[in-house]
């Protein structure tokens, strides 16, 4: 058996060999089709993991779940430790604030930002990528001078400015020197900069007064969020707060699936097409090399050797054409990587995925098979009476 599968090769190679632009247009006709479905799987695995990851930044895993509290609800840290206590929860203060002299008057002497003062580690549940330096630190003690990390929004507008090196939460109140520790890509287009709770209680002691707070919990199960909503009746922290689910993981995973539907479909009809037109070209090749096949049945060959070689010649066209779609695929999905999602994190996680791979050498190997079918049938049905007629 093996005899005859070695010998259907290399006849099948031959034959390829002998026609090159019958071969060039049967591996083109089955390259482009290949290519799209490639294409298609490839660059939607890879959006999907950066949309997914940037989503992740800035709404956190999912599912994530935020109940939000108006200025004076909560009025004291000790009611947000008895609220978070036992959960993963973080609570978080949002208030205006600035960087330098906010009065001067003159363009670029102060940067005014959003700060968020958090009560425990807010990347357990949004994964920030720390840019420069380090992210805040919640197990020391506070200190004097308030930590702050700016997300990159705050760090690109604060390089372009020279500004007093003072923090400004509110209207009024004393201005403490700030500490930087560091820059983070929030997935936040808007300057925020985060600090420690207690640490900006130090210098705004009615900050909890004056601001929001949000209670944030990455909670896939519904404990966490009842046991939390139960301590909001019973301490009675503002009117009907409830948590609402805020990530939008699922939302843009959907929007993906959509679009790799839509172009899945039209890369399946370009597969089709190049079935098409395998099955056009072996036909044509079958006509033509009826005498050499009735040949070979009357020495001997049998009928699903005539076929093997026709299927064999399918294969080693499938196996081209996959090869080059895939190292095109790999090439543009590299290139569009590097240019749309430059400095994404984990970029391992980008590389380009192992199944378009095998996906792309099922359809085309697969493809081919298809078109060559009824080739093989008819080569495998020529009669040995052909070689008298001939």
Avoid: K
């Avoid at 632009?21 to 939607?44: E, K």
């Avoid at 936040?188 to 420690?196: F, K, L, S």
């Avoid at 009735?294 to 093997?308: D, I, S």
């Amino acid at each position: 058996m093996m005899t005859g599968v070695r010998t259907a090769a290399v006849v099948a190679t031959q034959g390829l060999r002998a026609r090159p632009l019958r071969s060039a247009l049967a591996v083109l006709s089955l390259f482009v089709g290949v290519l799209a479905i490639t294409v298609v799987q490839a660059s939607s695995t890879v959006a999907e993991r950066a949309v997914v990851s940037q989503a992740e930044r800035s709404s956190g895993h999912a599912p994530t779940y935020t109940a939000s509290f108006s200025p004076g609800d909560v009025r004291t840290v000790a009611e947000l430790e008895t609220l978070t206590r036992g959960t993963d929860a973080v609570a978080v203060v949002t208030a205006q604030g600035a960087l330098g002299d906010t009065r001067d008057v003159h363009d670029g002497a102060h940067l005014g930002l959003e700060l968020m003062a958090m009560d425990g580690d807010i990347r357990t549940i949004r994964p920030f990528r720390v840019l420069a330096g380090e992210w805040l630190t919640f197990a020391d003690q506070p200190t004097l001078a308030p930590r702050l990390v700016l997300n990159e929004s705050a760090a690109e507008l604060l390089t372009d400015r020279e500004v007093h090196a003072e923090l400004r939460i509110g209207e009024d109140g004393p201005a403490p020197t700030p500490r930087v520790l560091g820059v983070v890509d929030d997935g936040d287009g808007q300057p925020i900069a985060y600090t420690r709770l207690d640490e900006a209680l130090r210098w705004s002691p009615a900050l909890l007064e004056r601001a929001g707070v949000t209670v944030t919990v990455h909670d896939p199960g519904s404990r966490q969020r009842t046991t939390m909503a139960a301590r909001i009746g019973a301490m009675e922290l503002g009117g009907d707060v409830t948590f609402a689910r805020t990530d939008t993981v699922e939302q843009q995973a959907d929007s993906l699936a959509l679009v790799r539907t839509l172009f899945t479909v039209l890369a399946g009809v370009a597969v089709v097409v190049g079935t098409l037109g395998i099955l056009n070209i072996g036909l044509a090749t079958v006509r033509e090399r009826v005498d050499e096949l009735a040949l070979r049945r009357a020495v001997g060959a049998g009928r699903g050797h005539l076929a093997g070689i026709v299927l064999a010649e399918a294969l080693l066209v499938g196996a081209v054409a996959a090869a080059a779609a895939i190292l095109v695929s790999l090439l543009a999905t590299g290139l569009a990587t590097d240019l749309l999602y430059r400095g994404m994190p984990d970029g391992a996680g980008l590389a380009f995925p192992g199944a378009a791979v095998l996906l792309g050498t099922g359809v085309s190997l697969g493809a081919a098979l298809l078109g060559a079918a009824v080739p093989a049938w008819q080569a495998a049905r020529i009669p040995i009476a052909r070689v008298m007629r001939a």
